[in-house]
């Protein structure tokens, strides 16, 4: 089975805290530099803290959990140049979603490009759903303020069904400079306000010295 297969739930998770060893934030927007040693997205109201880092296998987040949700769990997501859920092990569960369609086709991001296939999802390499409809497409560039931080994004939407077979559409923020995205709008996310799960503050990670 293919580890390189995209997609699935979008990366968003809340966490009320990250242990960073050997490293500190820096009181910097976040660049394409920065990625290569991570940032910290935070979301004020829920609060929420999510790493996002760079490894040899694409952008890893790690989350946490708290109290609050009454669930506690380590969980790390690889994702598709910072786009979509290409890999998720968590909880026990090794979820891996592989598509019939690279998802590299999907890039370059241009407005108006469409990427479609049909996904087989698996867990612990046991398939359990299999030819499920995903569709991308890439929408108008804007520009998007997170705390002090301004960047050029791409909206992009996702369509696909939930495994009661209903219509699932999720419209990402996504920052080509970060390769990640920024703001998710849908009814399925862990949410703000109205459906929109944005955050407020983004850190720049450094290593100690």
């Known amino acids: 089975m ?3 297969g995209v997609i699935g739930k979008l990366f968003w998770g809340l966490c009320a805290s990250v242990y960073l060893s050997g490293a500190a934030f820096a009181q910097v ?8 040693t991570g940032m910290v997205m935070i979301n004020n109201q829920i609060p929420a803290r999510l790493l996002v880092r760079l490894d040899d296998h694409g952008q890893v987040t790690e989350l946490h959990l708290d109290e609050r949700y009454v669930v506690v769990r380590d969980q790390i997501h690889v994702h598709e140049r910072g786009l979509f859920l290409s890999y998720e092990r968590g909880a026990h569960i090794n979820r891996t979603y592989v598509p019939d369609v690279p998802f590299s086709e999907f890039f370059p991001l241009e407005v108006g490009k469409v990427w479609s296939a049909s996904v087989n999802v698996f867990e612990n390499e046991v398939l359990v759903r299999s030819d499920v409809p995903y569709t991308f497409s890439v929408g108008e560039p804007n520009r998007l303020q997170v705390g002090r931080c301004a960047y050029d994004v791409l909206e ?3 369509e696909t069904v939930t495994t009661e077979g209903k219509p699932l559409t999720t ?7 970060l390769g990640t995205i920024l703001k998710g709008e849908g009814e399925h996310l862990w949410t703000s306000e109205n459906g929109v799960m944005q955050f407020d503050e983004l850190w720049a990670v450094r290593k100690a010295s």
């Open 156 to 158: 992009i939407t996702m």
């Open 2 to 4: 293919k580890r390189s």
């Open 171 to 177: 419209k990402y923020s996504y920052s080509p400079e």
């Open 29 to 36: 927007c976040p660049t394409d530099d920065t990625m290569k």
